[in-house]
């Protein structure tokens, strides 16, 4: 199940730590504007479900509309489309209920991920649920903004805000001012409506219009704190909840902190890639960097920095493979074991005067400006960003390149945030150990994107409402994603019996 993270990885490492919309051309028609709908409570019967349409949906997999408001301050007033997706159980007489699968992101396509995942959850459940999702607004076969940026501003390296050469921040500045006022301008209400806590009423919306009175749920990377806004706001609502690879919950910083954790992160994800990029095994696959694991760093370190200076041409025409999209070539490795061939095979292209190096996908194109404009959209909404004056931006990723080399300064770095001139929707939510206690959190201890230590914190502000499955293994996601027997069946137990573990458990490698 590695497909959709992999595949995924563009707008989770664009600004924040989760995964890429992939655009679904399902039955649900996205709308570009906010139409009025008179939007009221929809009713249980109000879904009309037909098969899905778009490219990789799964058999049996169904798709449908589901009116929500624009602002649920003024719910009969101008409305959006979100698109919602189901795999029915196979066993009516034994149905628990629904099984909600939250996407990651910011900007996460959830009938991308139900047509990946929802087969095996289903499978892992014995059939007892209906496996449900959404396109989160903004996504996909939702009602979607546009930005009206151009392709150099969607392109992954520019829009994630990677240092210049020496770690100058200049162009970061201009890009990330002028993103802003693209936004702003050409975003209007719609845009300005995407937000966690609206992300969280319309899964509410949904539950409602399933007729479900309570949901389970697995949600993943930025699924996990939509997860829990959910479970904080409406635990009455919350059934089996399922939390994997979680971000610090701290309501002052949220997306901020999540960017900034990935530094320490991706220092302590690396060593697994050193280790296989040294095996002797990757001599045979004209893969190994370095006789020792120590040398594979410095290595590393050294050619981006020649990069830098003297990109590569590559086979995408007009893109060059430079120091800093070497880097982010790294952070898409980092989430699983099965992308280390794809960056050590690029290492060894860089290095290679007779070679042409190969981009991966998400380096070679740029973002959708649908993608674009809902990442920006959440993280500029939910949080409030420093502004930008003279030298904040600029001592900031100068300390962080010199105590993670490896992300350059980056997670630090200036984003369009800094310059939308309103600031967050509504204020984040503080999770607190009030409610019900039917949380299981499942983290991995080397996290390149979400790291063990944040999950800590989301892990004591549940307090008794939370268990914690700590697994040890590196990368992104865990629950039916890296072959840790002990991890998938903590889960498994818990979707299928409600039992969890008595206490925070550990399940080695």
Not at 50 to 72: R, T
Not at 171 to 184: G, I, L
Request: glycine share 10%; hydrophobic share 35%.
């Amino acid at each position: 199940m590695t497909t959709y993270r992999t595949r995924g990885l563009a707008i989770a490492l664009t600004l924040a730590a989760a995964t890429t919309a992939l655009t679904a051309t399902a039955t649900a028609a996205p709308a570009a504007q906010a139409r009025s709908t008179g939007a009221g409570a929809p009713a249980p019967d109000s879904l009309d479900w037909k098969p899905c349409a778009f490219d990789g949906a799964v058999s049996g997999q169904e798709c449908a509309s589901l009116p929500v408001p624009l602002d649920y301050a003024h719910p009969r007033g101008p409305g959006l489309t979100v698109a919602v997706s189901r795999l029915r159980g196979q066993h009516p007489d034994k149905r628990r209920g629904a099984l909600l699968v939250i996407p990651g992101g910011p900007g996460g396509s959830g009938l991308r991920q139900l047509a990946e995942q929802g087969p095996a959850l289903r499978t892992q459940t014995g059939g007892a649920y209906d496996v449900v999702s959404l396109d989160p607004r903004g996504v996909g076969a939702s009602t979607t903004a546009s930005c009206g940026l151009s392709a150099d501003d969607r392109m992954l390296v520019n829009l994630r805000s990677w240092p210049g050469p020496g770690g100058d921040i200049s162009e970061n500045v201009a890009r990330s001012r002028r993103v802003a006022e693209a936004c702003e301008r050409n975003g209007g209400a719609v845009l300005r409506s995407f937000t966690t806590r609206n992300e969280v009423r319309d899964i509410d919306r949904f539950r409602q219009a399933l007729g479900e009175r309570r949901l389970s749920a697995y949600g993943v990377s930025y699924g996990t704190y939509v997860g829990a806004v959910y479970a904080q706001s409406y635990p009455q609502h919350t059934d089996r909840w399922v939390l994997d690879s979680n971000g610090d919950p701290d309501p002052r910083r949220v997306e901020r902190g999540w960017l900034a954790n990935m530094a320490p992160a991706a220092d302590i994800r690396f060593p697994d890639f050193a280790a296989w990029a040294s095996d002797p095994a990757r001599e045979s696959q004209g893969l190994r960097l370095a006789q020792r694991p120590s040398g594979v760093r410095p290595l590393f370190l050294a050619l981006a920095a020649k990069l830098d200076v003297r990109p590569r041409k590559t086979t995408r025409d007009g893109v060059a493979l430079t120091g800093n999209h070497l880097r982010q070539a790294l952070q898409l490795a980092l989430y699983s074991d099965s992308s280390f061939p794809m960056l050590a095979r690029l290492v060894q292209q860089a290095q290679d005067p007779t070679a042409t190096p190969v981009l991966p996908p998400p380096l070679a194109e740029p973002l959708s400006d649908q993608d674009a404009a809902a990442t920006v959209g959440v993280i500029c909404n939910d949080v409030s960003w420093p502004q930008h004056t003279p030298g904040t931006y600029e001592r900031a990723v100068a300390a962080d390149r010199l105590r993670h080399p490896l992300t350059a300064g980056s997670p630090v770095n200036i984003v369009p945030c800094a310059f939308f001139k309103e600031g967050p929707a509504e204020k984040p939510v503080r999770i607190t150990g009030d409610g019900p206690s039917n949380i299981l959190m499942i983290q991995g201890l080397r996290d390149p994107a979400t790291p063990y230590f944040g999950a800590l914190k989301m892990r004591r502000a549940w307090g008794d409402r939370a268990r914690l499955v700590t697994v040890d293994h590196g990368g992104h996601g865990m629950y039916l994603d890296n072959g840790n027997a002990c991890g998938d069946r903590a889960v498994t137990t818990f979707l299928t019996t409600g039992e969890r573990p008595e206490k925070d458990t550990y399940c080695a490698g």
